[in-house]
Nanobody, 119 residues
Framework: QVQLVESGGGLVQPGGSLRLSCAAS????????MGWYRQAPGKQRELVAA???????KYADSVKGRFTISRDNAKNTVSLQMNSLKPEDTAVYYC?????????????WGQGTQVTVSS
């Protein structure tokens, strides 16, 4: 069982910035990828950004150029720097850790942190 502890989140004005952080612990195996998902009311959870252990990153089109994901593989931490925030970024953000063990994928999730962008 992998535990993910998130920090950050809160209320910010449009155009503002916020940084989310997540620390993974308890994994007996290497974490293949970590990322951030978000879910707005009435919407499906969507990938915001992810980074593989090798450093490859992926971003949702809606956040490209505004968000930056970073990962420290040794510490099993991942952060999401969010700049130029928009009201449509309002959602619950979840940290994700993806682990593959003997070809079996496992996904672990943080409890979620609320991000609200409003004036």
């Amino acid at each position: 069982q992998v535990q993910l502890v998130e920090s950050g989140g809160g209320l910010v004005q449009p155009g503002g910035s916020l940084r989310l952080s997540c620390a993974a612990s308890g994994s007996r195996f290497s974490i293949n990828a970590m990322g951030w998902y978000r879910q707005a009311p009435g919407k499906q959870r969507e990938l915001v950004a992810a980074v593989l252990s090798g450093g490859l990153t992926k971003y949702a089109d809606s956040v490209k150029g505004r968000f930056t994901i970073s990962r420290d593989n040794a510490k099993n931490t991942v952060s999401l720097q969010m700049n130029s925030l928009k009201p449509e970024d309002t959602a619950v953000y979840y940290c994700n850790a993806h682990v593959v063990v003997l070809f079996t994928p496992h996904d672990y999730w943080g409890q979620g942190t609320q991000v609200t962008v409003s004036s």
